[in-house]
T-cell receptor, first 112, second 115 residues
Framework: DVKVTQSSRYLVKRTGEKVFLECVQD?????MFWYRQDPGLGLRLIYFSYDVKMKEKGDIPEGYSVSREKKERFSLILESASTNQTSMYLC???????????FGQGTRLTVV | AQKITQTQPGMFVQEKEAVTLDCTYD???????LFWYKQPSSGEMIFLIY??????QNATEGRYSLNFQKARKSANLVISASQLGDSAMYFCAAVRIQGAQKLVFGQGTRLTINP
């Protein structure tokens, strides 16, 4: 089975902290994605990566950065967490455009 | 830019009825793929069905079918003979095929099946 694993299920951080969300996939997928999910807004794409060290901005990249040093790992970084970044964060990976994306279990981040 | 619009925030359907969930997409890409996912209350994302923009026939997977109308830029999901277990959030998504493979989702539709 394809597995996408996010490092934490729940996180509570303070305003201004630097936050790292980690995502690991075990199926040698080229593409990896980070989304945030908010009620009524669906899944909004923050960043995606189509190869090691390659990344592109999604629709809401402000306040976030990413890192992909190894194919299996895609990290989302909140440089200085703010309360409006409180959300559910979902990581996904896919083999290619005709293939479905597989999702992690999500990280519910609360910034206080 | 790609944009997915799901205009039905919520739908209520009687068990065993068919249901159509609307999805329209806006993309300038000549080739793209369209997906539907289900998210039950447990939070997992479950892939349901895929349609390529150049596929001649509408995709079907069991009780799920995709009503793809390219000229109208719509990709509605049809669920036949709905079941109580179909109650969930449903998301439509699109990916461009050429270049960097950006996968974007719509706002979702919450489907409730009544007994």
């Amino acid at each position: 089975d394809v597995k996408v694993t996010q490092s934490s299920r729940y996180l509570v951080k303070r305003t201004g902290e630097k936050v790292f969300l980690e995502c690991v996939q075990d199926m040698d997928h080229e593409n990896m994605f980070w989304y945030r999910q908010d009620p009524g807004l669906g899944l909004r794409l923050i960043y995606f990566s189509y190869d090691v060290k390659m990344k592109e901005k999604g629709d809401i990249p402000e306040g976030y950065s990413v890192s992909r040093e190894k194919k299996e790992r895609f990290s989302l970084i909140l440089e200085s967490a703010s309360t409006n970044q409180t959300s559910m964060y979902l990581c996904a990976s896919s083999l290619g455009t005709h293939n479905e994306a597989f999702f992690g279990q999500g990280t519910r981040l609360t910034v206080v | 830019a790609q944009k997915i619009t799901q205009t039905q925030p919520g739908m209520f359907v009687q068990e065993k009825e068919a249901v159509t969930l609307d999805c329209t997409y806006d993309t300038s890409d000549p080739s793209y793929g369209l997906f539907w996912y289900k998210q039950p209350s447990s939070g997992e994302m479950i892939f349901l069905i895929y349609q390529g923009s150049y596929d001649q026939q509408n995709a079907t997977e069991g009780r799920y079918s995709l009503n793809f109308q390219k000229a109208r830029k719509s990709a509605n999901l049809v669920i036949s003979a709905s079941q109580l277990g179909d109650s969930a959030m449903y998301f439509c998504a699109a990916v461009r095929i050429q270049g960097a493979q950006k996968l974007v989702f719509g706002q979702g539709t919450r489907l409730t099946i009544n007994p």
